[in-house]
């Protein structure tokens, strides 16, 4: 029935939005934050670890009080948090991430007249974190960008804590600017 299709399509773009807020809270890769499982989650420490990166390291995040309300509003059975479909009009399957974002994209482009990439989520979160004064450090950190060049970084080991703050600093900022 036509019916179904519509409640996949609302499903799909709930799914879509809260992968996308993810992103852009978390500075995350596309990549990265679609295929995070619920293993990957620790609601105890409010942290998240990715494994086996980009650069080959485990990366681990603190959580924001903002990010904890999506992943309570994504609770699931499946391994995934951001369960995929094989498109945005076919069934969802719960056990594999979602990997089609196109249409979505392309509806947020055309409702918000802005054209954007996934990778600009990213970029944002950057750019804010940069305009905060976050420490260099810190930011690479968050990123997990290693520079084999930069001596100094391999020395510092940053723990989850003192990444809480710049975390917490850059999702009230952007919180405050849809208020």
């Known amino acids: 029935p036509q019916h179904q299709y519509k409640d996949i399509y609302i499903e799909s773009s709930e799914v ?11 500075g995350l890769r596309r990549s990265e ?3 995070l499982m619920w ?10 670890t990715i494994e086996d990166t980009k650069n080959h390291e485990d990366h681990s995040l603190p959580l924001t009080p903002f990010l904890l ?8 059975d499946g391994l995934y948090i951001f369960q995929g ?9 719960p056990n594999k991430p979602i990997i089609n974002t196109k249409n979505q994209v392309k509806r947020v482009r055309k409702m918000s007249n802005i054209y954007f990439s996934l990778h600009d989520l990213r970029r944002t979160f950057i750019t804010i974190a940069e305009g ?18 930069d001596v100094t970084g391999g020395y510092i080991i940053t723990d989850m804590e003192r990444l809480r703050e710049p975390m917490n600093k ?10």
């Open 39 to 48: 293993s990957n989650i620790d609601f105890k420490d409010h942290s998240l």
């Open 16 to 26: 879509c939005r809260d992968l996308f807020l993810f992103i852009l809270f978390t």
């Open 132 to 149: 905060l004064d976050i420490n260099t450090y810190a930011l690479k950190q968050l990123l997990n960008h290693k520079d084999r060049r």
């Open 85 to 93: 479909s094989t498109s945005d009009f076919k069934s969802l399957t």
């Open 170 to 179: 850059i999702a009230n900022y952007i919180l405050e600017q849809v208020k």
């Open 69 to 76: 309300q999506i992943l309570e509003r994504r609770k699931s």
């Open 33 to 35: 934050a679609s295929n």
